[in-house]
């Protein structure tokens, strides 16, 4: 996750500059719930490895995969160094926060460091580069974490013109489009799961996050679908029409796939010597939504959840624009536009919003 120049025609699959102010709430309420899951896979490591721990003479090291502008990773950071520290005060902890090259890096060393400012011995570094490749020296890591961005993939594995993303559900799982991105995930994830092993020391630990869908679909992933479908179709088309640019829009999805818990586990269990310590799903509910069943607060929920869309997909409408060569000054114009509508939109289709998402909760552990 990560900030885009759209004048330099930067990757399109990046989050908007704004992450932090405008979604990074909405993703923390999935953090905070797995908190609680991170905490029991570093006492399982600590069970199988004490030395790592109560050594002072080497460092403990952390790396954050898709850290973007550090607002979600203060949480699973002081939690990792909460519990190292509980048996070792003394020991010195390295953190690296990575993500791609044009991400936002000053923005995450702000946030970070001052989310970790009470902490001595601490030391913060950064990575810049893909985490589909491996990022980090062989045996370097002692954990490894990643905070709903391990399923964004490098490109679309096939057109997408109907929907922000792609969610896997029982009507497109078997179609040939379907089964080009379950393919693409499939080839992704493999590659992100070795590049991590290769990271790992012996018995180090990989945390990740993603959101899933279930074979069959809940009724709220249903909603999902139906309403990020009309959200493309009724906002996004009709402004990208008013300037004759509706074939792109393919350039403008995201390359973010929804799927089957199994998808992410089968991968995990082919690879040897990587073992799965835990795997559990949880209903994960959005503020916006229940914060508007308190308060029936319409403009409200409607200014909430378009900042949480423009949060995670507004560096990828311009991005995907500036990659067809359109010029700047255009790009903005339909920006504005896009984010002028949406919230009534949201407004007219909170039938149709999820009330939750689902999150998996998955712990690797390096076995060799």
């Known amino acids: 996750m990560s900030y885009i120049n759209t004048e330099e025609k930067g990757s399109a699959r990046v989050m908007h500059k704004d992450y932090n102010n405008t979604a990074a709430g909405w993703a923390n309420e999935s953090i905070a719930i797995a908190v609680a899951e991170l905490l029991d896979s570093i006492n399982k490591l600590y069970d199988k490895n004490p030395e790592r721990f109560e050594n002072s003479e080497t460092s403990f090291s952390i790396a954050d995969f898709g850290c973007a502008t550090g607002g979600a990773s203060i949480t699973p950071l002081r939690t990792?160094?909460?519990?190292?520290?509980?048996?070792?005060?003394?020991?010195?902890?390295?953190?690296?926060?990575?993500?791609?090259?044009?991400?936002r890096f000053d923005l995450a060393f702000m946030t970070v460091q001052e989310g970790l400012k009470d902490y001595k011995g601490v030391f913060i570094m950064a990575a810049g580069k893909d985490f589909s490749q491996q990022v980090f020296p062989n045996k370097f890591l002692d954990v490894s974490f990643s905070s709903l961005t391990a399923m964004i993939l490098p490109s679309?594995?096939?057109?997408?013109?109907?929907?922000?993303?792609?969610?896997?559900?029982?009507?497109?799982?078997?179609?040939?489009?379907?089964?080009?991105?379950i393919e693409g995930l499939t080839k992704h994830w493999a590659q992100f799961m070795h590049s991590r092993k290769a990271e790992l020391k012996k018995d180090g630990l990989l945390f990740v996050t993603v959101s899933v869908n279930h074979n069959p679909n809940k009724d709220y992933q249903i909603k999902e679908n139906e309403f990020y479908h009309e959200l493309v179709s009724q906002v996004v088309k009709k402004v990208l029409a008013k300037y004759n640019a509706e074939d792109k829009i393919a350039s403008c999805m995201k390359t973010t796939i929804s799927a089957y818990k199994e998808h992410f586990l089968d991968v995990c269990n082919s690879i040897p010597d990587m073992h799965v310590i835990s795997s559990n799903d949880f209903d994960v509910k959005d503020i916006f939504y229940h914060e508007y069943v308190e308060t029936r607060d319409q403009k409200t929920f409607g200014k909430y959840v378009t900042g949480l869309i423009q949060g995670w997909w507004g560096g990828v409408l311009e991005g995907g624009l500036a990659q067809q060569g359109m010029d700047q000054e255009t790009i903005k114009e339909i920006s504005k536009e896009v984010f002028e509508i949406l919230p009534e939109f949201v407004e007219n289709h909170i039938n149709t919003y999820p009330e939750y998402y689902n999150l998996l909760t998955l712990a690797v552990v390096r076995t060799d």
Request: proline residues 8%; aromatic residues 8%.
């Open 156 to 181: 679309h594995p096939a057109p997408l013109d109907d929907n922000l993303f792609f969610l896997v559900n029982t009507e497109n799982a078997e179609t040939e489009r379907g089964q080009k991105w």
């Open 80 to 103: 990792i160094i909460d519990r190292v520290r509980q048996i070792n005060p003394d020991k010195e902890i390295h953190v690296y926060l990575e993500d791609l090259p044009e991400n």
